[in-house]
């Protein structure tokens, strides 16, 4: 059922929590907490202060820091400031945040020490496509030396003192309000405009009637939040909700195992190499997370070995789901209750149209059949910033594209199988990555895997296999190749497996393929 009562506009939001749970912290970090009073106030004074300092309707406001109060504060100020809030991975290169900078046009930058100096340097470079009229540095304002002329300012500074004039509040749902950028993992990032109705509807769709989140619920969130996977759901979720967040800076399985243990956490969200990582990380033993009540995935596909392993250490259901940027995140999720299929990223969200169309014949494939799957819904995004032929290559009438193939069952639960452009063509024979991954990361000996296409004289490409070893054995090819030809059929079975210390991923947890390309043979016998 959907939750039409969490579809309203933010500021509206933020009102009524503070207003029914002032004194109750609504998101917190290692090193401060903002209850849903301060939450209220502090983002309507950013929102002045930003009219103050420059920014006009529709102007881009871009993040540049680890995941802490002040990102998600950034992030909500949108609506507030009736300006579009942009988020670049902290972790990036500067050549990666420079591409942010100048594709999105952003006129102001929130980020922190450890930043600042490279986007002082880009800024004073001229790097960024529109003048930047300000930075805004967090943490304890000190004296900057600092000789250029964007104006600096800090800010503690801005959310302690009353603007000169409130902002008005943007009500309007469907307006432009947050602009992420896709992994490009596939090309060039591309900025993706979301709305405040996009984002919500997944929340009033998936996590409150699905996930069933609500305002007793505790998040821990080690996810970077430039993802729109952790805006949706530990943003908008949270202060859709009135429910409580703890942010940490970075992912580190010491820190999580620590805070479920001691922290009342509820409700954790992640990527599979998360999950996996964190009953590696301890050490055989059950996990200890008294009050943990779910965890849920999305970003990347959950192998079913995973999934049934986690839920034995943890203790809990831990529920996967399809989403990407372009539709808001979620299209897909399985369901704590009822009928469930492991495997699966579940049934499609309340609401939402889903088909999937034969790239061969464009007709509908019919049950167990493949095809690419396409999106239509409230969820679906405006376009891309600035790409008109990108944003038609992917959209018609409605539909969204999305490049990913998939199967439904007769139940009507979607498997996803991999994307149209990593499809591996054999002598004619079809071969998805996904399919021989999951078979190789069931292995008890392989901590993770990636399967990427090498080209052939004779057969045009083969499957190759990357993977990264449990311990310092190194890898078994002979156990490997068996496993995989006792599963798979014989043009499935990968002609070389080579030994990687990581997988390279992005931060939602989707393989880089194309790095992987570059350390493979030049040739494959």
Same mark, same amino acid.
């Given at each position: *059922?959907?939750?039409?009562?969490?579809?309203?506009? $933010?500021?509206?939001?933020?009102?009524?929590?503070? #207003?029914?749970?002032?004194?109750?912290?609504?998101?917190?970090?290692?090193?401060?907490? $903002?209850?849903?009073?301060?939450?209220?106030?502090?983002?309507?004074?950013?929102?002045?202060?930003?009219?103050?300092?420059?920014?006009?309707? %529709?102007?881009?406001?871009?993040?540049?820091?680890?995941?802490?109060?002040?990102?998600?504060?950034?992030?909500?100020?949108?609506?507030?400031?009736?300006?579009?809030?942009?988020?670049?991975?902290?972790?990036?290169?500067?050549?990666?945040?420079?591409?942010?900078?100048?594709?999105?046009?952003?006129?102001?930058?929130?980020?922190?020490?450890?930043?600042?100096?490279?986007?002082?340097?880009?800024?004073?470079?001229?790097?960024?496509?529109?003048?930047?009229?300000?930075?805004?540095?967090?943490?304890?304002?000190?004296?900057?030396? @600092?000789?250029?002329?964007?104006?600096?300012?800090?800010?503690?500074?801005?959310?302690?003192?009353?603007?000169?004039?409130?902002?008005?509040?943007?009500?309007?749902?469907?307006?432009?309000?947050?602009?992420?950028?896709?992994?490009?993992?596939?090309?060039?990032?591309?900025?993706?405009?979301?709305?405040?109705?996009?984002?919500?509807?997944?929340?009033?769709?998936?996590?409150? +009637?699905?996930?069933?989140?609500?305002?007793? &619920?505790?998040?821990?969130?080690?996810?970077?939040?430039?993802?729109?996977?952790?805006?949706?759901?530990?943003?908008?979720?949270? #202060?859709?909700?009135?429910?409580?967040?703890?942010?940490?800076?970075?992912?580190? +399985?010491?820190?999580?195992?620590?805070?479920?243990?001691?922290?009342?956490?509820?409700?954790?969200?992640?990527?599979?190499?998360?999950?996996? @990582?964190?009953?590696?990380?301890?050490?055989?033993?059950?996990?200890? #997370?008294?009050?943990?009540?779910?965890? $849920?995935?999305?970003?990347?596909?959950?192998?079913?070995?995973?999934?049934?392993?986690?839920?034995?250490?943890?203790?809990?259901?831990?529920?996967?789901?399809?989403?990407?940027?372009?539709?808001?995140?979620?299209?897909? *999720?399985?369901?704590?209750?009822?009928?469930? $299929?492991?495997?699966?990223?579940?049934?499609?969200?309340?609401?939402?149209?889903?088909?999937?169309?034969?790239?061969?014949?464009?007709?509908? #494939?019919?049950?167990?059949?493949?095809?690419?799957?396409?999106?239509?819904?409230?969820?679906?995004?405006?376009?891309?910033?600035?790409?008109?032929?990108?944003?038609?290559?992917?959209?018609?009438?409605?539909? @969204?594209?999305?490049?990913?193939?998939?199967?439904?069952?007769?139940?009507?639960?979607?498997?996803?199988?991999?994307?149209?452009?990593?499809?591996?063509?054999?002598?004619?024979?079809?071969?998805?990555?996904?399919?021989?991954? &999951?078979?190789?990361?069931?292995?008890? %000996?392989?901590?993770?895997?990636?399967?990427?296409?090498?080209?052939?004289?004779?057969?045009?490409?083969? +499957?190759?296999?990357?993977?990264?070893?449990?311990?310092?054995?190194?890898?078994?090819?002979?156990?490997?190749?068996?496993?995989?030809?006792?599963?798979?059929? @014989?043009?499935?079975?990968?002609?070389?497996?080579?030994?990687?210390?990581?997988?390279?991923?992005?931060?939602?947890?989707?393989?880089?393929?194309?790095?992987?390309?570059?350390?493979?043979?030049?040739?494959?016998?």
């Amino acid at each position: *059922m959907l939750h039409t009562d969490v579809i309203v506009p $933010v500021p509206q939001l933020l009102a009524k929590h503070a #207003a029914e749970r002032p004194g109750q912290v609504a998101f917190r970090d290692p090193g401060q907490a $903002v209850t849903y009073a301060e939450l209220d106030s502090r983002t309507a004074r950013l929102a002045g202060h930003f009219r103050e300092l420059g920014l006009q309707s %529709s102007d881009r406001f871009l993040m540049y820091l680890d995941n802490c109060v002040e990102v998600a504060e950034g992030y909500l100020v949108a609506p507030r400031a009736d300006i579009v809030t942009v988020c670049a991975n902290p972790g990036g290169t500067k050549h990666e945040f420079e591409h942010i900078l100048r594709d999105s046009g952003a006129t102001a930058v929130l980020t922190d020490r450890a930043h600042l100096p490279t986007v002082l340097e880009l800024i004073d470079g001229g790097a960024g496509r529109a003048p930047v009229k300000f930075v805004v540095v967090t943490g304890t304002p000190t004296h900057l030396s @600092y000789a250029g002329d964007t104006k600096v300012v800090f800010y503690d500074d801005l959310v302690a003192q009353e603007p000169a004039r409130r902002a008005p509040d943007s009500t309007h749902l469907d307006a432009w309000c947050w602009m992420l950028y896709t992994s490009g993992t596939t090309g060039r990032p591309k900025g993706v405009r979301l709305t405040q109705r996009s984002c919500l509807w997944v929340v009033g769709a998936c996590w409150v +009637p699905i996930a069933g989140l609500n305002e007793s &619920d505790v998040l821990l969130s080690a996810l970077p939040l430039f993802h729109s996977y952790t805006l949706v759901l530990c943003v908008l979720g949270v #202060a859709a909700t009135g429910a409580s967040e703890y942010l940490l800076p970075k992912f580190s +399985p010491t820190q999580v195992l620590r805070a479920a243990a001691e922290d009342g956490i509820t409700f954790l969200p992640g990527v599979p190499t998360m999950f996996r @990582y964190l009953m590696d990380s301890a050490g055989g033993t059950r996990l200890d #997370a008294p009050s943990l009540r779910l965890c $849920v995935s999305a970003g990347a596909l959950m192998a079913t070995a995973l999934n049934e392993a986690f839920e034995e250490f943890a203790a809990v259901p831990l529920l996967d789901g399809y989403g990407i940027t372009e539709t808001s995140t979620m299209v897909t *999720m399985n369901s704590p209750t009822g009928g469930r $299929v492991l495997g699966s990223c579940g049934l499609p969200l309340p609401g939402l149209t889903v088909r999937l169309i034969d790239p061969a014949t464009g007709t509908d #494939a019919a049950p167990g059949e493949e095809g690419e799957l396409w999106v239509q819904g409230p969820n679906v995004m405006q376009g891309y910033h600035e790409l008109p032929q990108a944003t038609a290559d992917v959209l018609t009438d409605g539909w @969204y594209h999305t490049g990913d193939l998939a199967r439904r069952d007769e139940n009507g639960f979607i498997r996803i199988s991999g994307r149209v452009k990593e499809l591996i063509i054999r002598g004619g024979e079809n071969i998805y990555p996904a399919e021989i991954e &999951d078979i190789l990361i069931a292995c008890a %000996s392989v901590a993770d895997a990636a399967v990427v296409a090498a080209p052939h004289d004779a057969l045009g490409e083969v +499957p190759v296999a990357f993977v990264v070893a449990v311990g310092d054995d190194g890898i078994d090819e002979d156990e490997l190749r068996t496993r995989c030809a006792e599963a798979l059929s @014989y043009f499935k079975v990968p002609t070389e497996f080579i030994a990687v210390p990581e997988i390279p991923r992005t931060g939602s947890g989707k393989i880089q393929r194309h790095l992987l390309r570059r350390q493979e043979p030049s040739t494959v016998e």
